[in-house]
């Protein structure tokens, strides 16, 4: 089982692209089908919507999230040297 866990609907467009991040960056995790303002929904978004994030006891609810690089760092303990970003020019 993974450490990082995604909660939401497997084709939702927000669910996808958190998803693409995840693996983009090499990191394993395991996929939730979670429909939005269900009882585990609510438990992990204000809003009960999808998707939702954890990591340990760390939870995330935002759809961009997973490309935030702070959080891409913690999940990568900064050894992965591929970006999701363009640096600057």
């Excluded at 960056?25 to 939702?52: R, Y």
């Amino acid at each position: 089982m993974a450490d990082v866990v995604v909660y939401g609907i497997p084709f939702s467009s927000y669910t996808w692209s958190a998803r693409v991040a995840l693996k983009e960056k090499g990191v394993a995790f395991e996929m939730i089908d979670s429909q939005p303002h269900t009882q585990l929904q609510n438990e992990l978004h204000p809003f009960g919507k999808v998707p939702a994030f954890r990591h340990g006891e760390f939870t995330l609810f935002e759809t961009t999230a997973p490309s935030c690089a702070m959080w891409m760092r913690r999940l990568t303990d900064q050894r992965c040297s591929r970006r999701l970003h363009r640096s600057a020019p």
